[in-house]
């Protein structure tokens, strides 16, 4: 399969507890974005890497969030300190953009759905 | 308000049936326009895609913007079962980077 891949799909995790979520793009994706999805919403951007660097955040990402994507391949996204409200879906999606070039079409992985209780 | 409204349904419509589904955007900087699918628990894919004013068709999908108006849509004809899933629109500034702002989504039923 060459599609987006994300680990876990689900991780149950107590209040408190730090969880950390793999993104594996499309290997010749420049491009790797997070988004959050609640129940009945739709996904809501995150942040977003250009190869390995972090180009954009939204207010959304507290300081509890952190992404990495490293060598510009796969890509992290940690949540220290879980709160009740941080259950969600993470996806992760991936690009091919050329410069000034883009199609709107992202590549969504089947998501990691996170419940803390 | 958000920038992207969308009535979240469900519509339940009969096997075969058109089903009509639209959004509504506030910020006239908006210049292009998707429709994604998405099953449950499953990540959204892209159906439709448009840049300019006026109708797409791909097969039994017709995709429809209005910048007027601020108004997009989409048309399923000749709906099947397999239909059954949320339609999310998607608007996207044409900026660097494709961050996509997306509707709440609309939960479709297509019964047999």
């Known amino acids: 399969d060459t599609g987006v891949s994300q680990d876990p799909r689900h991780k149950i995790t107590k209040r408190g507890q730090n969880v950390t979520f793999r993104c594996d793009p499309i290997s010749e994706h420049n491009r790797l974005y997070w988004y959050r999805q609640t129940l009945g919403q739709g996904p809501e951007f995150l942040t977003y890497f250009q190869n390995e660097a972090q180009l954009e955040k939204s207010r959304l990402l507290s300081d509890r969030f952190s992404a990495e994507r490293p060598k510009g391949s796969f890509s992290t996204l940690e949540i220290q300190r879980t709160e009740q409200g941080d259950s969600a879906m993470y996806l992760c999606?991936?690009?091919?953009?050329?410069?000034?070039?883009?199609?709107?079409?992202?590549?969504f992985g089947e998501g990691s759905r996170l419940t803390v209780l | 308000q958000k920038e992207v409204e969308q009535d979240p349904g469900p519509l339940s419509v009969p096997e075969g049936a058109i089903v009509s589904l639209n959004c509504t955007y506030s910020?006239?900087?908006?210049?292009?326009f998707m429709w994604y699918r998405q099953y449950s628990r499953k990540g959204p894919e892209l159906l439709m895609y448009t840049y300019s004013s006026g109708n797409k068709e791909d097969g039994r999908f017709t995709a429809q913007v209005d910048k007027s108006s601020k108004y997009i849509s989409l048309f399923i004809r000749d709906s099947q079962p397999s239909d059954s899933a949320t339609y999310l629109c998607a608007i996207n500034v044409g900026a660097a980077g494709n961050k996509l702002t997306f509707g709440g989504g609309t939960r479709v039923l297509v019964k047999p």
């Open positions: 910020n006239s900087a908006f210049q292009y």
């Open positions: 999606a991936s690009s091919l953009d050329s410069e000034g070039g883009h199609t709107g079409e992202l590549f």
